[in-house]
């Protein structure tokens, strides 16, 4: 079996230690080592632990000899383009339906967030959440809620319910779109997108508010990807001072223009 070549593969091409991935995985360094050199051979709920950890497929991970793959091959597979993934496999959405054998909107209240970053793909968890319906989306697509919170998205108020659509096909994701995006390191995050994944491997989320500097995020640590529809606050979004006091300095010089020509008017009588 190719596994343990392969997670060797992934360690090293990260940068990581057997020490930082045994405890991200939660398991000793011995054991770790014990994979990578194939004295011990992995469960299933390992091989899952390794395929969530490096955001590569079970099959990959025992089917494909990385080290063998070309450099343009493996940076597609570390951007998640990865063949036993994308195309016919999928990936798994968590969904609930009504009476009506509709879909609902589950929300994610700011409660629900920290529980949502490791239950997100669990039905039993995703069943507990409440639920509702806007009549304007389509019935056609998948929509989910989450409560932000913060400033760093305003004008959209901190507190509110930002709406998304499921995106199956990260490939699709577009430049200076908001998204709602599930990470592995930050949780549930909700900024403006840059799409960087075919040169770069990672997206580059921009904030609203120009205060907060924009960062890049691996397409590794992504989970779930919601493109934003719209959103529901209880408040009236902050008036715009910037606009407004530019909009007064015009104003005052659109008078110091008029009182200029009024004196030149004076002079030529």
């Given amino acids: ?37 194939g004295v011990a051979q992995p469960n299933m709920d390992t091989l899952i632990k390794f395929s969530e950890y490096y955001g590569v ?16 091959q493996f940076s597609q597979l570390e951007r998640g383009y990865d063949t036993y993934i994308k195309g016919s496999n999928l ?19 700011e409660k629900a967030k920290a529980g949502y970053t490791t239950g997100f793909a669990d039905p039993e968890y995703i069943s507990i959440l409440p639920t509702f319906r806007l009549p ?34 990260w490939g699709t994701i577009r430049n200076h779109h908001a998204y709602i995006l599930l990470t592995r390191e930050d949780g549930i995050v909700f900024k403006v997108v840059e ?15 120009p205060l907060y500097e924009p960062f890049d995020i691996q397409v590794n640590d992504l989970k779930e990807v919601w493109k934003f529809v719209n959103y529901i606050s209880s408040e009236v979004p902050e008036p715009n001072k910037e606009k ?15 009182a200029i020509q009024m004196t030149l008017n004076f002079r030529e009588q």
Avoid at 10 to 31: C, H, I, N, P, Y
Avoid at 59 to 66: A, C, E, M, Q, R
Avoid at 143 to 158: A, E, K, N, T, W
Wanted: hydrophobic content about 35%; aromatic content about 6%; charged content about 35%.
């Fill in 244 to 258: 407004d006091a530019l909009a007064e300095e015009v104003e005052k010089l659109k008078k110091q223009v008029r």
């Fill in 1 to 37: 079996m190719l596994f343990n070549n392969n997670i060797k593969v992934l360690r090293k091409r990260r940068g990581r230690t057997q020490d930082d991935v045994a405890f991200e995985l939660e398991m000793k360094r011995s054991t770790l080592s014990g994979y990578e050199n």
């Fill in 195 to 209: 799409n960087k994944m075919e040169k770069e491997g990672v997206l580059r989320l921009h904030s609203l508010n």
């Fill in 136 to 169: 304007f989306l389509s019935k056609q697509k998948k929509y989910r809620s989450f409560q932000v919170s913060g400033d760093s998205m305003l004008p959209i108020p901190d507190k509110s319910y930002v709406t998304g659509e499921f995106v199956q096909d």
């Fill in 91 to 109: 990936r798994v959405l968590a969904t609930t339906v009504g009476e009506d054998n509709e879909e609902n909107i589950e929300l994610v209240n």
């Fill in 57 to 72: 497929a079970i099959d990959t991970l025992i089917k494909v000899d990385l080290s063998a793959l070309p450099e343009s």
